[in-house]
């Protein structure tokens, strides 16, 4: 019965259960969410692990409904998946990290993720394009995060798009590493710039000799293909140590910092400019 409520169902159906009515007025409160620019996005930095600065900083959505309080990314990215809103959310979150970028030291990036359905729409690279002039931002100083489930349709055409975004001088970067399907073949296609492993396998990198051998394996993959890697969900100091040792090139997490608003952003990367 929990299927029942999806597709563009108009009418009152009494069959429809409390769950489904429930995602109905989620759907719809996000959709005026969406249109209001409501979800903002929060900022977490990402550093070298040799020298420690921060060279990067990835941009999360955050959306804070007005009666039930914060609902996390996970829930309302696969809802604006599912129902249509996430090209314009995606472009809308996108425009707002790179005009917030451009406050920050030239020597910090931005990285935002896309969702595999902002591929579909056949012209992404122009959206991206234009984003960048409107807000002045190099190509150069942006990320793209894609993942594993990149290819849902036309696999020459996604790869043709990402060549394209490449081409401007944008960065391209494999999330949630391992944890997909059918991805060390993309490695053949496309020259991405960074690999970030997913923190299920940082979790376990101090106390399973499985979770060190693969972060390894990809760390030397990443040697021979030219990518750095990304060590994302990062909370212990013993979990940097391995990681470090292993030869990842940056680091992401709590043990660092959580994600920031604009404005602690902003005061973190000017404090260090200052320095
Ligand atoms: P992700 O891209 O893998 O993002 C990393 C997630 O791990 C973020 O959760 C981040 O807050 C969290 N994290 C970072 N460091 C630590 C740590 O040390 N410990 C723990 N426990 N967690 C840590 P968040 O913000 O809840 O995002 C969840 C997922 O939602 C993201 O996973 C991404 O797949 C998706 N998402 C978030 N923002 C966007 C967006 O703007 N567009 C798209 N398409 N997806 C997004
Ligand atoms: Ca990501
Ligand atoms: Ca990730
Ligand atoms: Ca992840």
């Known amino acids: 019965a929990k299927e029942r409520g999806r597709g563009s169902v108009c009418c009152f159906d009494p069959e429809m259960d409390e769950a489904s009515r429930d995602r109905r007025t989620l759907e719809a409160d996000l959709r005026t969410a969406v249109a209001d620019g409501d979800i903002k996005l929060v900022y977490q930095p990402v550093l070298s692990a040799l020298t420690g600065e921060i060279t990067s900083v990835?941009?999360?959505?955050?959306?804070?409904?007005?009666?039930?309080?914060?609902?996390?990314?996970?829930?309302?990215?696969?809802?604006?998946?599912?129902?249509?809103?996430?090209?314009?959310?995606?472009?809308?979150?996108?425009?707002?990290?790179?005009?917030?970028?451009?406050?920050?030291?030239?020597?910090?990036?931005?990285?935002?993720?896309?969702?595999?359905?902002?591929?579909?729409?056949?012209?992404?690279?122009?959206?991206?394009?234009?984003?960048l002039q409107d807000t002045g931002l190099a190509a150069n100083r942006l990320q793209l995060e894609v993942t594993e489930g990149l290819v849902i349709r036309d696999v020459e055409r996604t790869f043709m798009e990402l060549e394209r975004l490449r081409a401007l001088g944008i960065q391209i970067l494999m999330d949630d590493f391992g944890v997909g399907y059918s991805s060390l073949s993309y490695f053949q296609r496309f020259p991405f710039d960074k690999v970030k492993?997913?923190?299920?396998?940082?979790?376990?990198?101090?106390?399973?000799?499985?979770?060190?051998?693969?972060?390894?394996?990809?760390?030397?993959?990443?040697?021979?293909?030219?990518?750095?890697?990304?060590?994302e969900g990062v909370e212990t100091e013993e979990q940097m140590h391995a990681l470090v040792a292993a030869g990842c090139t940056h680091l992401q997490g709590y043990l660092f910092s959580k994600p920031l608003t604009t404005i602690e952003m902003d005061e973190r990367l000017s404090a260090l400019h200052d320095a």
């Open 197 to 231: 492993i997913d923190k299920s396998f940082v979790d376990h990198i101090t106390t399973s000799r499985a979770s060190r051998a693969i972060v390894q394996a990809v760390v030397g993959l990443g040697e021979q293909l030219g990518m750095g890697i990304v060590a």
């Open 58 to 131: 990835e941009a999360l959505a955050r959306w804070s409904h007005p009666k039930k309080g914060p609902i996390p990314p996970d829930v309302f990215i696969p809802l604006a998946e599912e129902c249509g809103l996430i090209r314009t959310l995606g472009e809308a979150l996108l425009r707002l990290a790179c005009s917030d970028a451009v406050w920050w030291p030239s020597s910090v990036r931005v990285a935002v993720n896309l969702s595999p359905l902002q591929f579909q729409s056949g012209d992404l690279s122009q959206t991206v394009e234009s984003v």
